[in-house]
């Protein structure tokens, strides 16, 4: 199976995209693959529970459940340090939803990591 890493931008602004990488990471994750996923720009927010709860994509499960599916599928998530500290985003709100923090080195070692790269 393939190592899939995956990045998005995506927040509050716009629900369906948002919830896009975690559908897609969820699928692959099922299908056998390690998968993580990069959140960058508006998409730290979602690492707040109050963001993800309040955000349902046309069509698809609340943003708040994808997550929680991806936990669960051993999805390493990682908020860029960065924008979350731009945003008000502690270290503690991505403790408790189960990611971790990223930067440039991390990002880097994700890219170098996976056989696939996809950007929502």
Do not use: Y
């Amino acid at each position: 199976m393939a190592n899939i890493f995956m990045k998005s931008s995506w927040g509050s602004d716009d629900p369906t995209r948002a919830a896009m990488v975690f559908g897609h990471a969820n699928a692959l994750a099922g299908a056998g693959h390690e998968v993580r996923i990069f959140l960058l720009g508006e998409a730290v927010c979602l690492a707040r529970p109050v963001v993800r709860e309040n955000m349902v994509p046309l069509g698809w499960p609340s943003v708040a459940e994808q997550w929680d599916e991806a936990i669960g599928n051993g999805v390493r998530i990682e908020c860029c340090g960065a924008c979350s500290r731009a945003r008000g985003v502690s270290e503690d709100d991505m403790a408790k939803a189960g990611a971790q923090p990223g930067n440039p080195t991390t990002f880097v070692e994700s890219v170098e990591w996976s056989d696939k790269i996809i950007a929502e």
